[in-house]
């Protein structure tokens, strides 16, 4: 089975453009959430969707949404861009049924804001 | 206060040697524990998780879980250079919401 996976891999902008991420679950899982990675704050949760409906959101400005499509791909937009939004994004699917809570994560997204 | 917090390290250990991490969470009422490994420019690898008091264990890696003592070990026996990462422990709280601790950075001396 495929595991999850991120494009693109690689992005460099420029600060006050926008970006938008993809992610692609393992197939069958229905939830899916993004993080936040950096040197300095480690892994920072950003929001969760589970059946096109975001569940949890973490504590990030709305400069940072998502959505998530029918078939449980899921997208992450980062509008007006700053330098201190550079890091590793990552995605990460689960099954979530009968109490099964296991996350996977995909390669990510590296992200440069210059 | 944190929700989760490790001990940064570096944490060094013979080859060979059982190297043990360490993880602790604040809220009472989490539900869930694992343990990701995360090797230098890669993501988040899932190796272990506990959802009940006491030990899991699997291959060379056991989990401990003592939620009276909101403690959560992740003991690795006959450490190899390859275990050489940083180890996240994280904890569900509710629904689908993980929080992260910072990780501690273990490397295996050959």
């Known amino acids: 089975k495929a595991g999850v996976t991120q494009t693109p891999r690689y992005l460099i902008k420029t600060r006050g453009q926008q970006v938008t991420l993809s992610c692609s679950p393992i197939s069958g899982h229905r939830s899916v959430s993004w993080y936040q990675q950096t040197p300095g704050q480690g892994l920072q949760f950003l929001f969760e969707y589970f059946s096109e409906t975001q569940r949890n959101k973490g504590n990030f400005p709305g400069r940072f949404s998502g959505r998530q499509f029918s078939n449980s791909r899921s997208e992450m937009n980062v509008s007006t861009l700053e330098l201190g939004d550079s890091a590793l994004y990552l995605c990460?699917?689960?099954?979530?049924?009968?109490?099964?809570?296991?996350?996977?994560f995909g390669p990510g997204t590296r992200l440069t804001v210059t | 206060q944190k929700e989760v917090e490790q001990n940064s390290g570096p944490l060094s250990v013979p080859e060979g040697a059982i190297a043990s991490l360490n993880c602790t969470y604040s809220d009472r009422g989490s539900q869930s524990f694992f343990w990701y490994r995360q090797y230098s420019g890669k993501s988040p690898e899932l190796i272990m998780f506990?959802?009940?008091?006491g030990d899991k264990e699997d291959g060379r890696f056991t989990a401990q879980l003592n939620k009276a003592s909101q403690y959560v070990s992740l003991l690795i026996r006959d450490s190899q250079p390859s275990d050489s990462a940083t180890y996240l422990c994280a904890v569900n709280i509710w629904g689908n919401q993980f929080y992260f601790g910072t990780g501690t950075s273990l490397t295996v001396i050959p």
């Open positions: 990460a699917s689960s099954l979530e049924a009968g109490g099964d809570y296991e996350q996977y």
């Open positions: 506990i959802y009940s008091n």
